[in-house]
């Protein structure tokens, strides 16, 4: 069973720093790639990171800002979140990608599964 647990994130004040965290369970390392997306209220869920082979890729609103890395437990992925602003308010979700792999990274169809979401809010 394919499990993706979040943790972390809370409410901040503008321009400080939050980190998320996913653990993944159930799934061989190696065989997923790790992705991040976030849904403001009244909007679309929409892209943040993907911590692809080699190459992390960014929505350019979070680049410079957001770091996506896998942590040293393999299986786990963190977000680290700094200079944050009242529009990164949203929650957060991470998701894994299992393969065949397309070229539409930051199109959230083509992840398989999902974590449970974690609110992020960013005060002015």
């Known amino acids: 069973q394919v499990q993706l647990v979040q943790s972390g994130g809370g409410l901040v004040q503008a321009g400080g720093s939050l980190t998320l965290s996913c653990a993944a369970s159930?799934?061989?390392?190696?065989?997923?790639?790790m992705g991040w997306f976030r849904q403001a209220p009244g909007k679309e869920r929409e892209f943040v990171a993907r911590i692809s082979w080699g190459t992390t890729y960014y929505a350019d609103s979070v680049k410079g800002r957001f770091s996506a890395a896998r942590a040293n437990t393999k299986n786990t992925v963190n977000l680290q979140m700094n200079s944050l602003k009242p529009e990164d308010t949203a929650v957060y979700y991470c998701?894994?990608?299992?393969?065949?792999?397309?070229?539409?990274?930051?199109?959230?169809?083509?992840?398989?599964?999902w974590g449970q979401g974690t609110q992020v809010t960013v005060s002015s």
């Open positions: 998701a894994a990608d299992l393969p065949p792999y397309s070229s539409a990274y930051a199109d959230q169809r083509e992840y398989e599964y």
């Open positions: 159930g799934l061989t390392f190696g065989t997923y790639i």
